[in-house]
């Protein structure tokens, strides 16, 4: 089952957290919902992120898919120029460089789509509060037998169940 | 006096920055319509191009790159304005950004939507684009990719993906609001382009780590791509193009006319959408001091390209030298010297005159001497080349003129419908919960 609990302070938000992980609930099944970005110090709602290095990942298969497929087309169809090296990379350095970087944005982008959940099938039976402005809603995932404890901790805190 | 927008109340901000999307005004109308006449006349030019083939220019031998590719080189210089003053801010977390970076990201991407038209343009047979695009085909043909007119394809089409997803991402909050407060027919389409978001925590955290991994990329994407436009011109053996500096010396171009450009914006933003809360003196202050920065840095480099030219007092390079200086492009050129440095120096440099007014001023030189900049680049070294006999002067007609008309209207109708249908100031930035150390 999923409880809201609707706070104004950032500060009784960060309580209601503590106590619900001292309590046993993982981050995991916490999150926060507001009208604008909310960050805490580290250690009271960490979330991994993989997003730099599925930017450097999509940089390197950018650049050597671009590398390999102009050592192909060069050597597919030869244009002979003065005796120079059918295949430079100085001479086509600066397009493996652009595809390089055109590999991390996608990746980049791809990435956030992923990680925010935008891209994902969503759980509907996950409820998504309706935040007024300058709130933050708190939802929290539990059994039956640790929801008195979470709706304690939320009321502690400050904040008002939903 | 008006008090700093972080201290006005949520409602308050959103009401504000939602306002100019509802309603059109008659003036608005009027505007538009302008616009779009002096865009379509430009259209009619070029499809009268089409029909009769590039002879309808003046371009003529030996100067085959005329207007085409000044605006070309102008227009992808502008559209540094956004990127690279919005990355490095964000970077640098310069809290005066915040009503600042959305106008300029939106400068980026209609700026390089016009610009990368102008290769197109300049194609003549326009409808042969595509054999720049790698892809197998029946003339078993391959592009050449040493050749820095495709650098310049890839490098465009990487920064016009980059700044738009730079643009799109911090834009979807803003929807997600919109598709909650508009009862309109937009809110459908809102909803659709703001994805579903639901502004959980892990959402946030996913696009402030995007946005700052786009900021350093598009920073290298922006440098590059204007490196490759001056590789255009300094891969050529060509008299005063041929230079070393010239990547730097383009970069450093781009940012001055990108910070004019954006000021000029602003201050139409300001006085259009009464915006005055919110684009305050303070951050004009700012850019006027970027922009006097950027005029001296401008100053240096052209001096630099310049005196190496004279002092070693080459004979080719010399007659484009004084075709530039002393001859028949000399008023073009020393009025570009006034427009981007003599007035914003006087109008910047000096405190007690930096307001808002001559900043505006200011900027606007700047934009006409920038644009004056790439053309006294591109055309007196091809009217002067290595064979003297071949020497001409070059004159655009009146096809070229107005499809360079008609891009300036483009890229001001962009503007207008743009902030018409999105908020030209990101909502959500204004009123963060403050951070608080670990």
């Known amino acids: 089952m999923y409880l809201i609990g609707e706070f104004h302070e950032k500060e009784a938000v960060r309580a209601a957290i503590r106590t619900l992980r001292e309590g046993g609930i993982p981050p995991t099944d916490i999150d926060l919902f507001s009208e604008e970005p909310v960050e805490f110090p580290r250690r009271v709602l960490d979330r991994s992120s993989r997003m730099s290095l599925a930017s450097v990942l999509g940089a390197i298969a950018f650049g050597a898919l671009a590398t390999a497929f102009i050592y192909w087309t060069q050597h597919n169809y030869q244009l002979n120029t003065g005796g120079m090296p059918t295949f430079s990379f100085w001479a086509t350095g600066v397009i493996t460089f652009e595809m390089t970087m055109l590999g991390a944005i996608v990746a980049t982008f791809a990435w956030f789509l992923w990680e925010s959940g935008l891209a994902r099938k969503r759980d509907h039976t996950a409820p998504v509060p309706e935040v007024d402005p300058g709130a933050i809603c708190l939802r929290v995932r539990c059994s039956e037998e640790d929801a008195p404890q979470a709706i304690a901790a939320i009321r502690r805190a400050g904040g008002e169940t939903r | ?438």
Request: with cysteine.
């Open chain 2, 1 to 438: 006096m008006v008090p700093a927008p972080e201290l006005l109340p949520y409602e308050k901000i959103r009401e504000d920055l939602f306002r100019p999307l509802s309603g059109v005004s008659r003036s608005y109308l009027v505007a538009t319509f302008c616009l779009f006449v002096i865009g379509a006349t430009g259209f009619v030019a070029w499809s009268y191009q089409l029909r009769r083939g590039m002879g309808v220019t003046g371009l003529q031998r030996p100067v085959y790159w005329g207007i085409y590719i000044v605006d070309f080189v102008f227009w992808i210089g502008i559209s540094h304005a956004g990127t690279l003053i919005s990355a490095i801010l964000r970077l640098t977390d310069a809290a005066w950004r915040k009503p600042v970076t959305r106008a300029a990201e939106a400068i980026t991407v209609f700026a390089l939507m016009i610009g990368g038209m102008f290769p197109i343009i300049h194609l003549g047979r326009a409808w042969l684009f595509f054999w720049l695009i790698p892809y197998p085909n029946p003339r078993l043909l391959w592009p050449n990719f040493r050749s820095p007119l495709l650098w310049d394809l890839t490098a465009i089409v990487t920064y016009l993906t980059g700044s738009a997803i730079y643009l799109y991402l911090p834009l979807i909050p803003d929807m997600a609001q919109l598709a909650e407060h508009n009862p309109t027919w937009r809110r459908g389409v809102y909803r659709a382009l703001s994805l579903g978001w639901t502004g959980s925590d892990r959402q946030w955290l996913a696009l402030e780590h995007a946005m700052k991994l786009m900021s350093c990329l598009i920073l290298a994407v922006a440098v590059s791509v204007h490196t490759v436009v001056a590789w255009d011109f300094a891969m050529a053996i060509a008299p005063m193009w041929h230079s070393t500096i010239f990547g730097p010396y383009f970069v450093t171009g781009a940012i001055f006319s990108g910070i004019a450009a954006l000021i000029a914006v602003m201050a139409a933003l300001r006085k259009i959408l009464h915006l005055e809360a919110y684009l305050t003196p303070h951050h004009f202050n700012n850019l006027a001091k970027l922009l006097l920065l950027m005029s001296l840095l401008w100053l240096y480099f052209t001096f630099a390209e310049n005196l190496t030219v004279w002092y070693g007092n080459e004979p080719k390079e010399m007659a484009v030298f004084t075709a530039r200086t002393r001859a028949h492009y000399a008023p073009y050129f020393w009025i570009m010297v006034v427009l981007n440095f003599v007035i914003p120096f006087v109008l910047l440099g000096i405190r007690r005159l930096r307001t808002i007014r001559n900043s505006t001023i200011a900027a606007a030189c700047v934009l006409a001497g920038m644009w004056l900049e790439r053309f006294i680049i591109v055309v007196p070294t091809l009217a002067n080349p290595r064979l003297p006999a071949a020497a001409r002067f070059y004159a655009p007609t009146w096809v070229e003129i107005a499809i360079t008309a008609a891009t300036f209207a483009a890229m001001a109708m962009l503007y207008m419908i743009f902030s018409k249908l999105f908020p030209i100031i990101a909502v959500w930035e204004f009123k963060p919960h403050p951070p608080e150390e670990d």
